[in-house]
């Protein structure tokens, strides 16, 4: 899922719920971590 209108636009239309609640939705939850580990730099 994109955050930007396309990406809204088209989660919204593929979960059959309005933009509005998928921005409300990604805007309060909690950000999450994409790495588990850090980056070691040689």
Known sequence: MAFN???VRDTAR???IGINTVIRT???SPPKRITSSPVRSC
Do not use: E, S, V
């Open 14 to 16: 593929t979960l059959k």
């Open 26 to 28: 990604l805007k309060n």
């Open 5 to 7: 209108g396309a990406g």
